[in-house]
């Protein structure tokens, strides 16, 4: 007989959430500000529910959703993982990688999907709960289809649980679930609203911020708050986890593809560097012609320089490019000579006052591909937009926020044709003065 040790799991779970643990709404919306611990908490409810299943003898089939197969795997699958690690429950499961199926002792199992393949959701019965991570991604009409399939009798409960921040004040999702009165109810400040949504079936809507998370991080904290300073729509969304109205995106052009082609005319490759908060993000950018393809090779935060060469060479030799051009931050001139000291080619990108709306001036010359597996950089550019004050007056930058992918993409397509940056610094190069050879420019930054 196996034993799961279940006593003291309220360590490691918030509060809000700790109290939702037994919720049996058909409909159970987490919501909120970014670092407010919805996925986890989601994550926790599916382990907790595998847990009692177990012991009441009732298996359960819980499904994991986002809108593409890639993106589950980076997120909710990792995340259930990491969780049952921690939890000591690792050891009881049978993982099949290949279908994205975690398989424990009592038959009870927990599947990943995206609506990437469709036909997938329809051959799968018997379903006891769907999470649907970042919810915002689903069409009305996708939430219909899933809805649908959590039908028939089951030994357990039948739930939909959703996860997002609320990006947008015109999502149907708003519109579905969120009536006048539960709004009120939320802006009065009530976190938890709870309703009979039809004849049989509930309706529980929580709403949270990152003051709801006593694991978050310091460093965190202190960006979310310094939102305000920068775009109130993003304060608004993120940091307090209200409504949020979509305006003023930079980027509207692009579109995603299954791979990028193997024949190009340029390739680079962008870096941006993080640590704590924020992830590593490293990227390839191929040019044909006047189309760009972008593809995401790394997006990981707490990486030291060496992880950080380990990984990015790896990925260069898969690659079969292994002297592969780097442009990475400047601002970080001792990490970038560290990476060459691992023996990456590896150079900072031009940088200065203007280097920012030069890049994505740069960057809209070209029709952008997207490898659809690239889950991070397509999140960034739905969210990329230009900033704005207290007022809501458009500013001419961007919001500096969940940018890291099109920040590398901007290190990378800046170099191409090498054209030099003339506005870096007027006492170190003033090309109206001086003529420099232009490679050795480059090789400075």
Same mark, same amino acid.
């Not at 679930?177 to 109810?185: A, L, P, V």
């Given at each position: 007989?196996?034993?799961?040790?279940?006593?003291?799991?309220?360590?490691?779970?918030?509060?809000?959430?700790?109290?939702?643990? $037994?919720?049996?709404?058909?409909?159970?919306?987490?919501?909120?500000?970014?670092?407010?611990?919805?996925?986890?908490?989601?994550?926790?409810?599916?382990?907790?529910?595998?847990?009692?299943?177990?012991?009441?003898?009732?298996?359960?089939?819980?499904?994991?959703?986002?809108?593409?197969?890639?993106?589950?795997?980076?997120?909710?699958?990792?995340?259930?993982?990491?969780?049952?690690?921690?939890?000591?429950?690792?050891?009881?499961?049978?993982?099949?990688?290949?279908?994205?199926?975690?398989?424990?002792?009592?038959?009870?199992?927990?599947?990943?999907?995206?609506?990437?393949?469709?036909?997938?959701?329809?051959?799968?019965?018997?379903?006891?709960?769907?999470?649907?991570?970042?919810?915002?991604?689903?069409?009305?009409?996708?939430?219909?289809?899933?809805?649908?399939?959590?039908?028939?009798?089951?030994?357990?409960?039948?739930?939909?649980?959703?996860?997002?921040?609320?990006?947008?004040?015109?999502?149907?999702?708003?519109?579905?679930?969120?009536?006048?009165?539960?709004?009120?109810?939320?802006?009065?400040?009530?976190?938890?609203?709870?309703?009979?949504?039809?004849?049989?079936?509930?309706?529980?809507?929580?709403?949270?911020?990152?003051?709801?998370?006593?694991?978050?991080?310091?460093?965190?904290?202190?960006?979310?708050?310094?939102?305000?300073?920068?775009?109130?729509?993003?304060?608004?969304?993120?940091?307090?986890?209200?409504?949020?109205?979509? !305006?003023?995106?930079?980027?509207?052009?692009?579109?995603?593809?299954?791979?990028?082609?193997?024949?190009?005319?340029?390739?680079?490759?962008?870096?941006?560097?993080?640590?704590?908060?924020?992830?590593?993000?490293?990227?390839?950018?191929?040019?044909?012609?006047?189309?760009?393809?972008?593809?995401?090779?790394?997006?990981?935060?707490?990486?030291? $320089?060496?992880?950080?060469?380990?990984?990015?060479?790896?990925?260069?030799?898969?690659?079969?490019?292994?002297?592969?051009?780097?442009?990475?931050?400047?601002?970080?001139?001792?990490?970038?000579?560290?990476?060459?000291?691992?023996?990456?080619?590896?150079?900072?990108?031009?940088?200065?006052?203007?280097?920012?709306?030069?890049?994505?001036? !740069?960057?809209?010359?070209?029709?952008?591909?997207?490898?659809?597996?690239?889950?991070?950089?397509?999140?960034?550019?739905?969210?990329?937009?230009?900033?704005?004050? !207290?007022?809501?007056?458009?500013? $001419?930058?961007?919001?500096?926020?969940?940018?890291?992918?099109?920040?590398?993409?901007?290190?990378?397509?800046?170099?191409?044709?090498?054209?030099?940056?003339?506005?870096?610094?007027?006492?170190?190069?003033?090309?109206?003065?001086?003529?420099? $050879?232009?490679?050795?420019?480059?090789?400075?930054?």
């Amino acid at each position: 007989m196996i034993l799961i040790q279940t006593s003291g799991l309220c360590k490691f779970i918030n509060e809000l959430y700790f109290k939702l643990i $037994n919720n049996r709404s058909r409909y159970l919306i987490y919501y909120g500000g970014a670092g407010s611990g919805k996925s986890v908490a989601a994550a926790q409810k599916q382990i907790i529910r595998i847990i009692q299943a177990f012991y009441t003898k009732k298996p359960v089939r819980l499904l994991c959703m986002r809108k593409t197969t890639p993106a589950v795997r980076k997120s909710a699958y990792e995340e259930i993982k990491s969780l049952l690690y921690k939890w000591s429950l690792s050891q009881i499961v049978t993982e099949n990688k290949t279908r994205l199926q975690l398989v424990f002792p009592d038959s009870s199992e927990i599947l990943f999907m995206g609506l990437d393949d469709p036909e997938k959701l329809k051959s799968i019965h018997g379903i006891t709960s769907v999470w649907m991570e970042e919810a915002t991604e689903f069409t009305l009409d996708d939430f219909r289809q899933i809805d649908l399939r959590l039908r028939g009798k089951t030994n357990q409960y039948k739930q939909i649980l959703m996860t997002f921040n609320p990006i947008n004040e015109q999502h149907w999702i708003k519109k579905q679930f969120f009536d006048d009165e539960i709004q009120k109810e939320i802006e009065s400040g009530k976190q938890i609203v709870s309703r009979h949504f039809t004849a049989n079936s509930e309706l529980t809507i929580v709403h949270s911020t990152y003051k709801d998370n006593r694991f978050i991080d310091q460093a965190y904290i202190e960006r979310l708050e310094r939102l305000i300073e920068e775009d109130i729509n993003y304060y608004n969304i993120y940091t307090l986890g209200k409504w949020g109205v979509l !305006k003023g995106r930079i980027f509207e052009n692009y579109s995603t593809a299954e791979t990028v082609p193997d024949k190009y005319d340029i390739r680079y490759y962008g870096l941006d560097f993080g640590y704590s908060i924020d992830p590593a993000a490293f990227v390839e950018c191929r040019i044909i012609g006047k189309t760009l393809y972008v593809k995401e090779h790394l997006y990981q935060p707490n990486l030291t $320089n060496k992880e950080l060469a380990d990984l990015i060479r790896s990925i260069l030799d898969a690659n079969q490019d292994k002297n592969g051009l780097i442009l990475a931050d400047s601002s970080e001139p001792k990490s970038i000579a560290e990476l060459k000291r691992f023996g990456l080619n590896c150079q900072a990108a031009a940088k200065g006052p203007d280097s920012v709306l030069f890049g994505i001036q !740069k960057m809209k010359q070209y029709q952008i591909i997207i490898d659809r597996e690239s889950t991070n950089i397509l999140k960034e550019f739905d969210g990329y937009k230009w900033a704005e004050d !207290k007022f809501g007056n458009q500013l $001419n930058k961007p919001v500096q926020f969940n940018d890291h992918a099109i920040d590398a993409i901007r290190y990378a397509v800046s170099r191409i044709n090498k054209e030099p940056i003339k506005f870096i610094s007027e006492d170190k190069y003033d090309v109206s003065k001086t003529n420099y $050879n232009e490679e050795d420019m480059w090789n400075e930054f």
